[in-house]
């Protein structure tokens, strides 16, 4: 269950923020007027922290753990949209729409804590230090230029393409070592736009080919370089501007 303190911890918060780069020029006394109205919370694997839709009243900085941020599809299968560190923000920039309200839930896949930032405060504070707000523009302009590649990724390349890269990625895989993707495989096909048959037809075939070997729920890809050529082929096709 989700903890969130009773008493507000504002020198806790004050400290992580302090340790954060977009807050590094910002003076202590502001510091401190942002923690006074926030709160520390502490989390356990499954909580949910944040649910889509729900009005955007505040943000999440992570400072301990780690979380997801997920939607549910129509038939309850979960659709993960990436994961989230120490360091990492959830729903900063909803707070500047015209109607706040947070894209995705989050939930927690490892024990930690975080600095619940409320809203208004922050949007003050940004409007307040220039330093601070141009810094969290480069960090919507950062997840733009992500996401249209993302797209383009998605609309460009086959679905073994895709399934190589992400394997990569998220494994970082070494000739015959074990690896532990983050997500389960009917996670991955939704991510990467296919179905699940697809993806298993996809490790099937690999498996033939002496690319992967799998069991006891661990991957181990046996010929990275074959992945790799798959990767570079889906770059190849692409179009050049």
């Not at 309200?101 to 896949?109: D, E, P, S, T, W």
């Not at 141009?134 to 919507?140: E, N, S, T, V």
Request: contains cysteine.
């Amino acid at each position: 269950m989700t903890k969130v303190n009773s008493l507000p911890e504002p020198l806790r918060i004050v400290l992580a923020l302090r340790a954060h780069e977009w807050f590094g020029d910002v003076d202590d006394a502001a510091l401190a007027g942002l923690a006074r109205c926030s709160r520390w919370v502490e989390f356990e694997p499954g909580d949910m922290l944040l649910s889509e839709g729900q009005e955007a009243t505040s943000c999440l900085l992570v400072c301990h753990g780690k979380l997801q941020g997920l939607r549910y599809t129509p038939e309850g299968g979960d659709k993960v949209f990436g994961h989230v560190g120490p360091g990492g923000f959830l729903s900063v920039l909803n707070l500047f729409e015209a109607t706040p309200r947070h894209l995705h839930c989050a939930r927690a896949i490892e024990a930690g804590a975080a600095c619940l930032l409320n809203g208004a405060a922050l949007r003050r504070l940004c409007g307040e230090h220039a330093g601070l707000a141009g810094r969290l523009l480069r960090h919507a302009a950062n997840l733009v230029r992500h996401h249209t590649d993302q797209i383009d990724w998605l609309t460009s390349s086959s679905a073994e393409e895709r399934l190589a890269e992400y394997v990569l990625r998220a494994g970082r895989p070494k000739a015959n070592q074990p690896i532990n993707l983050p997500l389960t495989h009917s996670q991955i096909a939704v991510k990467l736009g296919m179905r699940a048959e697809t993806l298993s037809r996809i490790f099937a075939k690999w498996r033939r080919e002496g690319y992967i070997s799998d069991g006891r729920g661990m991957l181990r890809v046996l010929r990275p370089e074959r992945l790799e050529a798959l990767t570079r082929a889906g770059h190849a096709d692409k179009p050049q501007a």
